[in-house]
């Protein structure tokens, strides 16, 4: 080990290849204590975790020096009414702010109260869009015809290089002479943007090589993958799902403390209009918030927080009560692959009951979607019924005070 530190200080061995040389707990370790040095800050808290880091290190973490542990609470158990998630469910929430695992269990008692979410995935298609420039407009049009053309061979092309995923189809784009071509892949219980990408990939140095267009960038953020965009709440990626539920006025009443009328009240005014005056691309009190904890807690890419926050969240006035949906265009998750193999985050998976593939391929996933989903109609329910009430500032005084 001595010699290795030996070999750090002096360049001859490169952090990022410790793990070639060492365990690689040793390795981690190493490399902790080097930068510690190097910054002269007290690191030895990233240094105690329970995980099994070797798959960490090969597939999930390059240049490991620990690990940053997030509290994860438990909401529920929610009554999800779905056609792949049945029955009731905990939520494991991983999040350090305060009140948020409160009223995301305030919300699950409301929907279980009243019978139960419904829950339905509308469509379910992950996309990755590359983008070639053409040689004029005449050629780009000529590139979209090609592909459109040949379209069954594009679809041999993207099968083989997977034995898991589908693709489904593809849809052209064209500004000028930049032409991209959105394909969209079912990829069962994966999230699948590996899938996608090496399928893709292959689809386009055909296209390029048969049209002649240059291939500039196998994304061309008309996927799109990881920021807003109107693309994904119009035309969804990944899995689209709505939930809802009726909720009668006494019930309103007992658990939120305020009445229908208050509750619709503050949806259309905030949500719907003080979200469409923003210029906001989701119409919703706080779906990120709920959708982040369990992105976290359950190994998801918390940076698809972006799109799952694209929820427009209704409220119907009914006789006797109200009706509440959320509709969340752009759910990207898996129960396989991604950080959905480390110990704790598996766990977190299993006590949803969705770990890894399902029977039949991709029905854990679409189970973990609808799960989502209700869980982000417990959190909008309850902050909409705490504002109504005017019980927001009291409850994070009382539970979200540093």
Not at 44 to 59: F, K, N, Q, S
Not at 221 to 237: H, Q
């Amino acid at each position: 080990m001595d010699d290795h530190r030996a070999d750090l200080r002096s360049g001859k061995l490169k952090l990022y290849a410790l793990e070639k040389v060492l365990p690689p707990d040793e390795a981690v370790g190493l490399r902790r204590e080097f930068i510690a040095g190097e910054t002269n800050t007290d690191l030895a808290a990233l240094g105690e975790y329970t995980i099994p880091i070797d798959r960490v290190v090969a597939r999930n973490c390059e240049n490991m020096i620990g690990c940053v542990q997030i509290p994860v609470g438990v909401a529920g158990p929610v009554t999800v009414c779905g056609e792949y998630a049945e029955g009731s469910f905990w939520l494991p929430l991983a999040t350090t702010e305060g009140a948020l695992v409160a009223s995301v269990n305030r919300g699950c008692s409301a929907i279980s109260k009243a019978g139960g979410a419904e829950v339905r995935i509308l469509r379910d298609g992950m996309t990755r869009a590359p983008v070639f420039a053409a040689g004029s407009v005449a050629h780009a049009h000529e590139v979209v015809a090609f592909a459109e053309d040949h379209l069954m061979e594009i679809a041999e092309i993207a099968q083989s290089t997977t034995s898991h995923g589908e693709f489904l189809g593809m849809v052209p784009y064209v500004v000028g002479t930049s032409v991209f071509l959105r394909f969209e892949f079912d990829t069962k219980d994966a999230m699948g943007m590996n899938m996608v990408t090496i399928a893709s990939q292959k689809v386009a140095d055909f296209i390029a090589r048969e049209t002649g267009a240059r291939l500039v960038a196998l994304s061309g953020n008309m996927c799109t993958d990881k920021k807003p965009a109107a693309i994904n709440l119009v035309e969804g990626r990944g899995k689209t799902v709505t939930a809802g539920v009726f909720l009668p006025d006494d019930l309103i009443r007992d658990v939120f403390k305020c009445d229908t009328a208050s509750l619709l009240d503050v949806n259309t005014r905030k949500n719907l209009v003080g979200s469409a005056r923003a210029g906001a691309i989701g119409f919703n009190a706080h779906a990120a918030n709920i959708i982040a904890a369990l992105y976290i807690a359950c190994g998801q890419d918390p940076a698809h927080v972006v799109e799952g926050s694209s929820c427009i969240t209704t409220a119907d006035p009914m006789d006797g009560g109200v009706y509440v949906a959320v509709t969340l265009p752009a759910v990207q998750v898996g129960t396989v692959g991604g950080g959905t193999g480390i110990a704790t985050q598996a766990a977190c998976l299993s006590l949803l009951g969705v770990a890894g593939g399902g029977d039949p391929p991709g029905a854990n996933a679409k189970a973990f979607a609808e799960i989502v989903a209700a869980g982000v109609l417990a959190g909008e329910l309850s902050l909409l019924g705490a504002l109504a009430a005017q019980h927001l500032a009291k409850a994070h005084k009382e539970l979200g005070r540093g």
